[in-house]
């Protein structure tokens, strides 16, 4: 049955008194300060809570959220938020986070989403102009959203890496962070690691040569910068 309001405030008072009498100074601890390793950019679905997928808890994930996770270079909103994670709390991780079964990927898809967030999701829709062939070969609908909700999660770990805060950090040598690219199946509750193009970027000239070539899969993450 879908809760109604006053659920939430009873639901919150019994989770903090169980909360309390596990930890006593579970509370207090967490009021101190925060230290959260990892920055999650996801997308504002209601299903794409990445705490509860991935058992973290308070004070582990800073988070920005928004339509269809999109790192926008223009958004201030965004901006501080990764300039904080990086230069404040010096997060060890970055995870640009999509999902199947996006509804911001397939208005965008289908070019009929209006007003602002029309606006919004304008560069998903470039997304399907560029990868058209790509898309098209794919007969079932549902799994060419599929690539196109991977797609615009790569798109977005590739305009991260165009701002001025990550560009700085690469210039050091030992940036602190890694960046990954995860797509959240929402119908398996599982997370998929993406292959982020990195060689193709060096060619480019957007990341130096010295960043490693596939951080999600490498074990040992303090070893190297971003
Ligand atoms: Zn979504």
């Not at 989770?15 to 996801?42: N, T, V």
């Not at 790569?154 to 962070?177: D, M, P, R, S, W």
Request: aromatic fraction near 8%; charged fraction near 25%; hydrophobic fraction near 35%.
């Amino acid at each position: 049955m879908a809760k109604q309001y006053k659920d939430l405030i009873n639901n919150n008072r019994l989770w903090a008194s169980e909360k309390k009498e596990k930890e006593p100074d579970y509370f207090s601890r967490l009021s101190l300060a925060q230290r959260p390793p990892f920055l999650y950019i996801g997308c504002s679905d209601s299903r794409m809570p990445l705490d509860t997928y991935t058992n973290t808890e308070p004070g582990e994930l800073f988070v920005h959220r928004n339509i269809a996770n999109q790192v926008s270079l223009t958004d201030i909103n965004f901006l501080s938020v990764l300039e904080y994670a990086v230069n404040v709390l010096k997060v060890q991780h970055i995870i640009v986070c999509g999902h199947y079964h996006c509804g911001g990927i397939a208005a965008a898809y289908h070019g009929k989403v209006k007003g602002l967030v029309g606006n919004w999701t304008n560069p998903i829709r470039d997304l399907v102009l560029n990868y058209n062939s790509e898309l098209n070969a794919i007969e079932d609908l549902d799994k060419r959203l599929d690539l196109l909700s991977e797609l615009n999660v790569i798109q977005q770990v590739e305009n991260l890496y165009k701002t001025n805060i990550v560009q700085h950090a690469l210039q050091k040598c030992h940036a602190g962070f890694q960046i990954h690219a995860w797509v959240l199946d929402i119908s398996t509750g599982l997370i998929k690691e993406l292959e982020l193009p990195m060689e193709a970027w060096k060619n480019k000239g957007l990341i130096p040569e010295t960043v490693e070539e596939d951080p999600g899969k490498n074990e040992n993450h303090e070893a190297h910068g971003v």
